[in-house]
């Protein structure tokens, strides 16, 4: 199984900084690569697919890079409802498997 | 609008079984592969299984395999997931899903196991 791998684990911020998340896979995953924001109590909301592809409706504050096995999730400038817990999940070969998450809170 | 409604969650204990259905609109149900995903109180998402968009084809992760058995009913647009033999590590919220690529999310059926 591939195994899914995120840093850091949290980090805190202030609104308006440029927050970059890193994401790596045990083996290459070419670009089936996703990026979900979570806030308590709700259900995933999909952010970038492809790698770096932006979900409709999705900020273009919001971008993601990276192919093979090494991926980044980048907010250019940090918004106040951009605080919530940020999970990849490969999508290359069953299981897809998730990052464990990156908690950003407020600095 | 896309919309996934999950339900059958409850309280059970351990050993006992519950049966999660999730009811899709807004798309065309059979022509997608479907998921659950669950995530256990306060922590990360966990990928549990997927299957086929015509039911053929499943698969599970290790920790389910044996217990789960996931089926459709794309007459009924419906999804499911029978959990057999349940253990305290499977109380979570678990959520139906659509593919990684796309936003496919219910808002999910809690299963709370305790003896």
């Known amino acids: 199984d591939i195994q899914v791998t995120q840093s850091p684990s949290s980090l805190s911020a202030s609104v308006g900084d440029r927050v970059t998340i890193t994401c790596r896979a045990s083996q290459g995953i070419r670009n089936h690569l996703a990026w979900f924001q979570q806030k308590p109590g709700k259900a995933p909301k999909s952010l970038i697919y492809?790698?770096?592809i932006l979900q409709t409706g999705v900020p273009a504050r919001f971008s993601g890079s990276g192919s093979g096995t090494d991926f980044t999730l980048t907010i250019s400038s940090l918004q106040p409802e951009d605080f919530a817990t940020y999970y990849c999940?490969?999508?290359?070969?069953?299981?897809?498997?998730f990052g464990p998450g990156t908690k950003v809170d407020i600095k | 609008q896309v919309q996934l409604v999950e339900s059958g969650g409850g309280v059970v204990q351990p050993g006992r079984s519950l049966r999660l259905s999730c009811v899709a609109s807004g798309f065309t149900f059979s022509n997608y592969a479907m998921y659950w995903v669950r995530q256990a109180p306060g922590k990360g998402l966990e990928w549990v299984a997927v299957i086929s968009y015509d039911g053929s084809n499943k698969y599970y992760v290790d920790s389910v395999k044996g217990r789960f058995t996931l089926s459709r009913d794309n007459s009924k647009n419906t999804l499911y997931l029978q959990m057999n033999s349940l253990t305290v590590e499977d109380t979570a919220l678990y959520f139906c899903?659509?593919?990684?690529?796309?936003?496919?999310w219910g808002q999910g059926t809690l299963v709370t196991v305790f003896s």
């Open positions: 899903a659509g593919d990684p690529w796309a936003d496919y």
């Open positions: 492809g790698a770096s």
């Open positions: 999940q490969h999508y290359d070969s069953y299981p897809f498997t």
